[in-house]
């Protein structure tokens, strides 16, 4: 299941990106955004799209893995690079990516999980806290 969820997100990514941000802003109901890292390893950049919740201006991600016991690759590449790069529709913009603290963190979950309930499940499976993730632009 890895792997074909890995194939429809790098088309997703692509749609997104090829149609300048008017094709695959939403999915299941859900705004989507494409996040843009640097592998950690590679130095390569890498693109994928994003469920997200605008917390203000800054759009707000959650590392859940689908509550597998580790973080997803996006997330380790983010800690290693904080400086990445948000399409959100046909807005282009840098952010620097930030662990939510605790406290922003318990004010932003309630809303996140109301926003998409799997994200709740996710948490109450995994054996990890799940990262929340700001991506604060610059």
């Known amino acids: 299941m890895t792997t074909?969820?890995?194939?429809?997100?790098?088309?997703?990514?692509?749609?997104?990106?090829?149609?300048?941000g008017r094709l695959g802003v939403r999915m299941a109901g859900r705004d989507m955004l494409l996040l843009t890292t640097i592998g950690r390893r590679s130095g390569e950049p890498?693109?994928?799209?994003?469920?997200?919740?605008?917390?203000a201006e800054d759009p707000v991600v959650v590392a859940s893995n689908a509550g597998l016991p580790s973080h997803p690759a996006w997330f380790?590449?983010?800690?290693?690079?904080?400086?990445?790069r948000v399409r959100v529709g046909r807005e282009v913009f840098d952010a620097d990516a930030q662990v939510a603290d605790a406290a922003e963190r318990a004010r932003l979950w309630p809303g996140?999980?109301?926003?998409n309930p799997p994200w709740g499940s996710y948490a109450e499976s995994a054996e990890r806290e799940i990262p929340v993730v700001i991506l604060r632009r610059v």
């Open 46 to 55: 890498r693109t994928l799209p994003l469920a997200y919740l605008a917390d």
């Open 4 to 20: 074909a969820w890995k194939y429809f997100g790098a088309a997703h990514a692509w749609l997104y990106e090829k149609s300048g």
């Open 112 to 115: 996140l999980v109301a926003y």
């Open 76 to 84: 380790h590449n983010l800690r290693e690079q904080p400086r990445v």
